[in-house]
């Protein structure tokens, strides 16, 4: 597959791809003879896991370093374990402080639509966002 055709497939510019390759989040891409990238199924696996990486948050730096391991074999499995181990952590407490928020903002959303229905917004209804 071309630049152009992976772009479209996942929706992502052709210069965030270059720049995958470039920042090694992905390792680099196959070319044809005459330099054109020339995707191929495992290069489309690794634009695959970067995309899902970012967004799950993990740094340019995380993939890259990730890449890297995985390059260099299995005896790096430990550490790649290790690295997925701590992204699940972030991510895991960064659902935690979502929920939390969720759970605040629809508080405060119910407060509002009684007050919709009773005419009346208590200055204490009003205020509870912070002490939920």
């Not at 997925?84 to 969720?102: C, E, G, N, Y």
Request: aromatic share 8%.
């Amino acid at each position: 597959m071309t630049i152009k055709e992976v772009s479209a497939k996942y929706g992502v510019p052709q210069d965030t791809l270059r720049y995958y390759e470039k920042a090694g989040m992905i390792p680099p891409v196959s070319r044809t003879a005459g330099g054109i990238r020339d995707y191929q199924d495992e290069d489309l696996s690794w634009v695959e896991l970067a995309l899902c990486m970012r967004s799950a948050g993990l740094p340019v730096e995380a993939i890259a370093n990730y890449v890297r391991l995985t390059q260099q074999g299995d005896s790096t499995i430990p550490d790649r374990l290790a690295l997925l181990q701590k992204q699940r952590r972030v991510l895991l407490d960064q659902q935690s402080q979502i929920s939390a928020t969720l759970e605040r903002l629809s508080y405060k959303i119910s407060r509002y639509e009684d007050a919709l229905k009773t005419g009346v917004l208590t200055w204490e209804a009003a205020g509870e966002f912070e002490k939920a």
